[in-house]
């Protein structure tokens, strides 16, 4: 009789199974992204590209304006409720309390790396694991090709080993686009860049990595909070399951990156198939280290990116904001099952786990109707 009742229910319960339809279609949701290949965005296109966000039930409509810098205006017009933003933008809207909140770090040491000509390294005898004060020490002289905002960063790591830069070396600035010009026709020794510069020197023009700040060899600059995931407030609100979600997907992102590098790679590429293959692959060894462990936000990690706010621009103050209020690490406390739903904000299920809600309710009401059939059944034949 048991037996029996199994079979009938799982003939039944597989029947209701395959019916088209009992799948819940994806949460669209649009995301502003600065620019649509930065691979300081490394854990978001992982994310992307190994369907992460898709297992939670959200499907991405990326937002990419012309040039970056429209991210600002773009954000302020509500083009989107959530974004990637670098520390200079978040840090101008939490200035100008625009409603937003940081939910995810997506990188925690500085990307930009110091890479020196090879027959530089070579002439000078450098070592690229000496103690890093010999490292920079052994620039005495050099021309340095550096961006018209990292400058302040520069000069950072060399204070970090008590150094002044401005008297060990020679900054040449060049605009990120024509970094790589200049290393190649002579008019600097080294380049202090990121991706996709650095990448390209050292691959295709025979550099040689010196100071590797993605590994977090200048301790000032580890360690920190600088791309970050945003979502507007009042979307935070109405829609907190699908930002839990969200966030809960870049946790699994970030842990591919540091468990598995080459399928880390391959999402990358699905994310964004124009890459080359060769420069990311170099990319995705350099910057596994500058990808957190968790993406926990905090902030205290605000004060460090303006500390570090570029040169080329002016910082805005932060002076009388409750800084609080636009930093929501509860939202990975809560992807992460480290928090009760009592203890949160009032919400509901996050999307995937609605699914798998209603998908047990389905379950067990098929289950009741099982039984019910075959014990008629049953009674019938009895009679």
């Known amino acids: ?24 279609p994806p949460i669209h949701v649009r995301v502003l992204v600065p620019d649509g290949d930065n691979l300081q ?18 499907a991405l409509e990326l937002v990419i304006p012309e040039l970056p810098a429209q991210a600002i205006a773009k954000m302020l017009a ?38 020196v000509l090879r027959s530089v390294f070579d002439e000078r005898k450098m070592s690229a694991t000496a103690p890093l004060r010999d490292r920079l020490l052994s620039l005495k002289g050099l021309r340095i ?21 401005d008297t060990v070396i020679q900054m040449v600035v060049r605009h990120g686009k ?8 002579g008019e600097c020794d080294a380049l202090y860049a990121h991706t996709p510069f650095v990448e390209t020197a050292l691959d295709d023009q025979d550099a040689v990595l010196l100071v590797n700040q993605s590994a977090g060899d200048a301790p000032p600059l580890a360690m920190r909070q600088i791309h970050t995931l945003v979502a ?4 935070l609100e109405a829609q907190r399951p699908v930002v839990v979600s969200m966030v809960r997907a870049l946790a699994r992102g970030e842990k ?44 205290e990690g605000l004060a460090p990116a303006l500390a570090l706010f570029p040169t080329s621009r002016t910082a805005p103050s932060l002076d009388g904001i409750v800084l609080g209020d636009f ?39 098929a289950l009741v109707f099982a039984l019910g059939l075959v014990l008629w059944r049953r009674s019938r034949r009895v009679a």
């Open 232 to 235: 507007r407030r009042d979307f």
């Open 327 to 365: 930093v929501a690490p509860g939202v990975l406390d809560e992807a992460t099952g480290k928090v009760t739903v009592s203890q949160t904000r009032p919400t509901v299920p996050h999307v995937a786990s609605a699914a798998r809600l209603e998908g047990a309710i389905a379950l067990g009401a």
């Open 178 to 185: 024509d970094q790589n010009a200049a290393f190649a026709h």
């Open 256 to 299: 591919l990156v540091h468990a598995d590098p080459a399928a880390a790679e391959e999402a990358v590429m699905r994310a964004i198939p124009s890459l080359d293959r060769h420069h990311l692959h170099t990319l995705v060894g350099l910057y596994q280290p500058a990808v957190p462990e968790t993406p926990r936000v905090s902030t």
């Open 1 to 24: 009789m048991l037996a029996y009742l199994r079979a009938e229910i799982t003939v039944l319960v597989t029947s209701m199974a395959q019916t088209p339809g009992s799948t819940s």
């Open 78 to 115: 509500g083009e989107a409720p959530i974004a990637v933003l670098p520390p200079p933008v978040y840090l101008q809207l939490i200035a100008d309390k625009y409603p937003l909140e940081l939910v995810a770090n997506l990188l925690q040491n500085d990307p930009i790396d110091l890479v």
């Open 145 to 165: 090709g550096v961006a018209p905002g990292p400058p302040v960063r520069l000069r950072a790591l060399f204070a970090s080993e008590g150094l002044d830069a």
């Open 41 to 58: 965005y490394l854990a978001f296109w992982v994310t992307e590209g190994a369907g992460y966000f898709a297992d939670e039930g959200v």
